[in-house]
């Protein structure tokens, strides 16, 4: 079926989350790559802890805590790049593809948007570093929710915004757990299986899996 909406994921999937640290990766030393890993795993961690708890606090705080634990937990980067790391997650690098496969879909005539925890600051941002604002009908923050995902009311945002059924979207993340969420809710659901991670919640499987968003279009 064709689809009336393509919905993106932004960090990770957009936006190359590891392109902060890579940036500064020589002052950080040996470690950084590490560092960036941990950085990255602990702001997700604290997203669904605090969905759990009903606690929110907006991504951008998250990110910060996350990455002073990847401070704590890696003692050889500098603790001086703190500020810098931070605001070169202001203008991450998008993935090479990406300008030209959201301006296909665009011109296809489908609505496209992102929908992510980030807070609508941060998307904002990271969407103009890209030069990619214009492409978008839709930035969904989950700030509006007060939470994060996988709640439904996450992937929700987008049908009711829309006015469109869930199988009239296509939902693509290269976070696993993410597309088990939008499963679940009923999206077609892609994943961007950027770094050949085994698959994860086999029964709630996405309709394809892509290394990058550039077949994104031949799927239809």
Same mark, same amino acid.
């Given at each position: 079926?064709?689809?009336?909406? =393509?919905?993106?994921?932004?960090?990770?999937?957009?936006?190359?989350?590891?392109?902060?640290?890579?940036?500064?990766?020589?002052?950080?030393?040996?470690?950084?790559?590490?560092?960036?890993?941990?950085?990255?795993?602990?702001? +997700?961690?604290?997203?669904?802890?605090?969905?759990?708890?009903?606690?929110?606090?907006? =991504?951008?705080?998250?990110?910060?805590?996350?990455?002073?634990?990847? =401070?704590?937990?890696?003692?050889?980067?500098?603790?001086?790049?703190?500020?810098?790391?931070?605001?070169?997650?202001?203008?991450?690098?998008?993935?090479?593809?990406?300008?030209?496969?959201?301006?296909?879909?665009?011109?296809?005539?489908?609505?496209?948007?992102?929908?992510?925890?980030?807070?609508?600051?941060?998307?904002?941002?990271?969407?103009?570093?890209?030069?990619?604002?214009? +492409? =978008?009908?839709?930035?969904?923050?989950?700030?509006?929710?007060?939470?994060?995902?996988?709640?439904?009311?996450?992937?929700?945002?987008?049908?009711?915004?829309?006015?469109?059924?869930?199988?009239?979207?296509?939902?693509?993340?290269?976070?696993?757990?993410?597309?088990?969420?939008?499963?679940?809710?009923?999206?077609?659901?892609?994943?961007?299986?950027?770094?050949?991670?085994?698959?994860?919640?086999?029964?709630?499987?996405?309709?394809?899996?892509?290394?990058?968003?550039?077949? +994104?279009?031949?799927?239809?």
């Amino acid at each position: 079926m064709a689809h009336a909406a =393509f919905v993106f994921d932004a960090y990770g999937t957009l936006f190359d989350v590891h392109a902060a640290v890579r940036k500064h990766a020589a002052k950080l030393g040996p470690d950084a790559q590490r560092l960036s890993s941990l950085w990255r795993e602990k702001q +997700l961690e604290y997203s669904w802890v605090r969905a759990l708890m009903g606690q929110y606090k907006d =991504f951008w705080e998250l990110t910060q805590q996350g990455l002073d634990t990847a =401070f704590a937990l890696v003692p050889t980067a500098d603790k001086a790049m703190r500020d810098d790391l931070l605001n070169a997650y202001w203008e991450l690098d998008c993935y090479p593809e990406v300008p030209q496969v959201l301006t296909d879909l665009k011109a296809s005539g489908a609505k496209i948007a992102i929908l992510s925890n980030g807070s609508p600051a941060m998307l904002e941002a990271a969407a103009k570093a890209a030069g990619l604002t214009e +492409l =978008f009908d839709e930035i969904f923050s989950v700030d509006e929710l007060r939470t994060f995902k996988t709640d439904p009311q996450v992937y929700e945002m987008v049908t009711t915004h829309f006015r469109i059924y869930p199988e009239e979207v296509s939902f693509q993340s290269s976070n696993r757990w993410d597309i088990a969420g939008a499963t679940a809710f009923g999206f077609r659901t892609v994943w961007m299986n950027r770094t050949g991670m085994p698959d994860e919640y086999l029964d709630l499987a996405p309709k394809a899996v892509l290394a990058d968003l550039t077949g +994104l279009a031949a799927l239809g």
